[in-house]
């Protein structure tokens, strides 16, 4: 069974800074693309960022030029730098990672447990 373990959250002021970090446990083979979502109290799921194994990136509109995703592909693990945040920004983040674990012969999508970002002053 593969986990994803997050740090980083917590509460700033507007305009302020966080870093997520989310590392995949052992018991993975092989991680592919990694990014985060976000789910704000009332609100669905929404997309926020991936980044493949090669660097591409991409962004969801609201969060662009503001956060910024990273993966250190040694350590198994993708970062989420957030960087002028706003109210708007406060949300529970999750992580989540396509991969092929021992056992399977198929790529699967796995998520963390989610960390809450609060913005306010």
């Known amino acids: 069974q593969v986990q994803l373990v997050e740090s980083g959250g917590g509460l700033v002021q507007p305009g302020g800074s966080l870093r997520l970090s989310c590392a995949a446990s052992s018991g993975v083979i092989v991680v592919n693309t990694m990014g985060w979502y976000r789910q704000a109290p009332g609100k669905q799921r929404e997309f926020v960022a991936f980044?493949?194994?090669?660097?591409?990136?991409n962004y969801a509109d609201p969060v662009k030029g503001r956060l910024t995703i990273s993966r250190d592909n040694a350590k198994r693990t993708v970062y989420l730098q957030m960087n002028s945040l706003k109210s708007e920004d406060t949300a529970v983040y999750y992580c989540?990672?396509?991969?092929?674990?021992?056992?399977?012969?198929?790529?699967?999508?796995?998520w963390g447990q989610g960390t809450q970002v609060t913005v306010s002053s």
């Open positions: 980044i493949t194994t090669g660097g591409n990136t």
């Open positions: 989540y990672a396509r991969a092929v674990t021992y056992g399977s012969s198929s790529e699967g999508t796995y």
